[in-house]
């Protein structure tokens, strides 16, 4: 659609809507939703004579909001405005803000030039790298997330007790399912199942796939229209890996396929004895080859390792199976033209264009070279020692990425280098933290 038909297009639903505000999103660099407010009138004047300005100094804070100064050209730069350049395709209003609605945004730089340090430009060149290879990406992430309550003694878990999938205790909240269901059916996000899972509080929340570049961009609404829609209600919502030491971690698996342009499922193939195409073993192949690099860029922050423990339903090796919930990836029973991985690395924190990206990246790699995979896991505990351990730490699998030139060939060595001094600065902030374990542990004995 031209910009001039998207135009009279957003007229049309601005008004249907009753939209006074537009609000411009995108998730930068240090995986958080940044945005900016625009009165509905002078959004329309913008698709017709210009962009919106970006402080470009925002793509060098860490999850502290510390400025990074070594991150892009820092002070020496001077940290020039950018402009953001709406992607009119996602505009949505916001059933649960009556009269607001929302839109991704692209960077740009004062030359006019994409931001190649941006998470959804950096996904945008891998999937390019696809569609030349007339490759279609079909699948969704499945995020877990815990639910609080706000009272004077301080958090309290929405529901209590190790009950996944009760019945029961489903029923006490149905008012976060139904309020959920509600809100993300009408934004078009196509929930399908939900429900509590093993941690107090926690939930699952699964939705239908998307195509290409539309998959992280779901994703990255789902997980900021969940938090608002239950702050609204009274709620506090979670996507770190680990909230709580003795409680399960939240996951964001990705379920994943590749197709031709025409649709047609390319990681199945009814004749091999297991229903899987050797581009989709090659594909796992790639993920085995990249993955300890590949771990500091889908679990992106400290507590994500701690999510990935031993016999926790997350993975700790280098390992896949069928219908496997202890390897890395899991091959779930489906076969024919509903034949996917589950790739089970990534944490709920995860960037899920990051995310996206380098797992895309890592299994191209992987169908070039016709790289193939170990062997398959049956009968077998993935989390013995016999088999390739995972990273542990942020540390850890930073060190990789550094190591790695893959990766800074295919999402570009601007966006890794930035990507692993913001990791870095986390990394030493926690050093220097004193935590309440030392405390408990060496106050009294020294």
Known sequence: MSDS??????????????????????????????????PAQKFLEIGTRGN?????????????????TRVGTGFQGGFPSWE???????????????????????????????????????????????????????????YEFYVYKETENGLEPSWKGLHCFSETKQSQVEDIFISLFKNLSEMGAGPEVANTEYGSGQFEVTH????????????????????????????KTTFMSKPVKDMSGSGAHLNLSIHDEKSVNLFSNPNAPDGLSDLCRWFIGGQQLHVRALSALVNPTINSYKRLQPYSFAPTTNTWGYEHRGTMIRIPRQRGRDTRIEHRLPGADTNPYLS???????????IRKKQEPTLPLQNQDAYQSDFEKLPRSLY???????????????LGEAFINDYVELRQAEWDRYLAHVTDWELQEYLNIF
């Open 84 to 142: 953001i350049k709406p992607d009119y395709s996602t505009f949505s209003p916001l059933p649960y803000k009556p009269g607001i609605a929302r839109l991704i945004g692209d960077l740009y730089g004062v030359d006019g030039k994409p931001i190649e340090t941006s998470p959804r430009f950096v996904l945008q060149q891998v999937l390019q790298e696809y569609k030349n290879g007339g490759y279609l990406v079909y699948g969704a992430f499945e």
């Open 5 to 38: 038909n998207w135009h009279h297009h957003l007229q049309q639903m601005i008004r249907d809507y009753q939209i006074h505000t537009v609000r411009m999103s995108l998730n930068d660099n240090s995986n958080i939703a940044r945005a900016r407010y625009i």
């Open 396 to 410: 850890e699998a930073l060190s990789h990425l550094k190591e790695d030139t893959f990766f800074k060939e295919m």
């Open 208 to 235: 239908s796939p998307f195509w290409d570049l539309e998959i992280a961009d779901m994703a990255f609404y789902y997980r900021t229209s969940i938090k608002e829609i239950l702050h609204d209600q009274g709620y």
């Open 356 to 366: 996206l990206a380098a797992i895309l990246a890592a299994g191209l790699d992987g």
């Open 52 to 68: 919106v300005s970006f402080p470009s100094v925002l793509f060098s804070m860490d999850t502290s909001e510390g400025v990074q």
